[in-house]
């Protein structure tokens, strides 16, 4: 090797690397893949025909789902991911080369944010056009809000799973870190209605800017300032718990 | 105070004095003071547990809790610029089992040289990584369904990428058929003498400790000995290393009986 490049925080090369290497294992394990991408799919299918009588519902119901599906399964995986990255030993060797902590997380965010536009593109076509979801905005913007919810899921995935020392581990992390989001981000009823802790509470997670956001593309023809602000929050969330996430991977480790 | 061998004007490649290790409650590494020469192969020998995989890691720059000093090819262990010199293979093997074993070494060497100019360059390394450790054969099968012994070797494969100057290898021969510990053994002795790498290479099974220029014989997170093969023999009397180990052992307890006994 004549000049090797030093490790930045961020290299490029690195990143896609590590994003090609990522979207390279989930090649090999097609059976993931798939349900990742029908999953949501179905369960809308599913609400539309549960809320057959009431169509109203579903719109707002089926729009927030949109926003929640890809925050759910990027947390599942990427926490999955990384705990079998930690315990195989490949993040060890990882960090011992010239790659920066950001390069890996910035290529597992890229890697599932692909799968992510898929899975949600799929979504909110099947919702938009083949189920009758009324949206009064631009389905783009629902797709927007879509990733920027998975990388959130991205985000939490990563970071709790620095917590987890077994998959069983890191599978009940899912019920505690997304459920109660689920409750309170205003799917059930709406957050004004709830007990007035729990407002402040719900105000605080960032589930909640997901799920308005989605709302708002719903009920209003152009971008508006709500709108930007939800998913201003929703972003800046990610890249918060980003950035805690990287804190997380060390070099050196007991 | 130390004889390097062919270089003595060439500092060590590993050099540690007073080096101690902390593992939670344990104190693993008794302040160590040690070298490795350049451009041979050093054995690590000892039984399970005596702290090898520790002193490895410390070595490598992924232990925590290190103090002491200890020098890696001229750069306090775990300096930057040391991680693509120094080449690291743990003992369980760190791949990727749902990657073949080429495009495990495609990202791991995209990750050591980088860049779409280096394409060629690192398209060659990694066919020539895969048959230094003799898995051509294998190079298209999925990690995961390679045997133990194979998926080692991936591992090492991946070590020896980017042509380090210093390999750090956690008994990379343990349960291995004795044709191909045999075959990896002279790999180990071609890198020093072709490549000039330096090894460090770990193992509890003493038979191998002959095959080594160099040894550090550890127990309880202390070292016992520092010589060569020869000199160790010669200097305990014992035909084989194994007898010299134990001879080492024997003293050193009854040395620590005596200080028992006259305190």
Sequence with gaps: MSTPAPARALSAARTTATAARVLRQLRHDPRTVGLMILIPCLMLFLLRYVFDGSARTFDSIGASLLGIFPLITMFLVTSIATLRERTSGTLERLLAMPLGKGDLIAGYALAFG???IVQSALATGLAVWFLGLDVTGSPWLLLLVALLDALLGTALGLFVSAFAASEFQAVQFMPAVIFP???????????????????????????????????EVLKHTDMTTAFVRDTLIVAACALLVLTLGAATLKRRTA | MMNFSSRPTEEPAVHAQDLTVVRGPRTVLRGLGFTVPRGQVTGLLGPSGCGKSTLMRA???TQAKVSGTLDVLGHPAGH?????????????????????VRQNLDYFAAILDPGRAAADRRREDVTRAIADVDLTTHTDALAGNLSGGQRNRVSLAVALLGTPELLVLDEPTVGLDPVLRRDLWQLFHTLAAERDTTLLISSHVMDEAERCHRLLLMRDGEILADDTPDALRTRTGSETVEAAFLHLVDRAAAQARTKETTR
């Design chain 1, 114 to 116: 692909a799968l992510a």
């Design chain 1, 181 to 215: 989001q689920l409750l309170l981000c205003g799917l059930f009823t709406s957050r004004e209605a709830m007990h007035p802790v729990l407002e402040t509470l719900s105000d605080v997670l960032p589930m909640s800017y997901a799920v308005d956001g989605m709302n």
């Design chain 2, 59 to 61: 070595v490598v720059g």
């Design chain 2, 80 to 100: 930057p610029t040391l991680r693509t010199r120094v080449g690291y293979v743990t003992q369980a093997p760190s791949v990727y089992d749902d990657l073949t």
